[in-house]
């Protein structure tokens, strides 16, 4: 084999900055805005904005790190099913809650509200 080493399993890849699990697990807030629709990335502003004064007047990081996690999710849906694909499944969620179908120029505000959201 050659300079005297014996290879037996190839080297395992290092987790990005140290972070391991699913995609968008460890995400930064910045990360998160960066994968959200323009409509979710104002939304996602204005709740992380909220989460920070509340944490500031209360000393307490739960409702920073509830909105960060909550978005999180979103951001992964987002990332899997890409920008039109996560609109689109607000417009089926909402054609199936509804029993109508949802116009795809709908804006994305308004699917959300068919749906409670």
Do not use: C
């Not at 994968?35 to 939304?43: D, G, M, Y």
Request: proline residues 8%; aromatic residues 6%; glycine residues 8%.
């Amino acid at each position: 084999m050659g300079y005297g080493l014996r290879v037996t399993a190839a080297a395992a890849p290092q987790p990005r900055h140290g972070r391991s699990g699913p995609p968008f697990a460890n995400a930064t807030a910045a990360e998160v805005r960066a994968a959200l629709i323009p409509e979710e990335a104002e939304e996602f502003a204005r709740d992380w904005r909220a989460a920070l004064a509340i944490a500031a007047d209360t000393l307490d990081l739960a409702p920073v790190l509830e909105t960060l996690e909550d978005w999180r999710t979103v951001a992964q849906l987002t990332a899997a099913a890409g920008p039109e694909g996560h609109r689109a499944m607000y417009r089926r969620a909402a054609g199936r809650l509804t029993g109508q179908r949802v116009p795809d120029d709908e804006p994305v505000s308004e699917t959300k509200a068919r749906l409670g959201l």
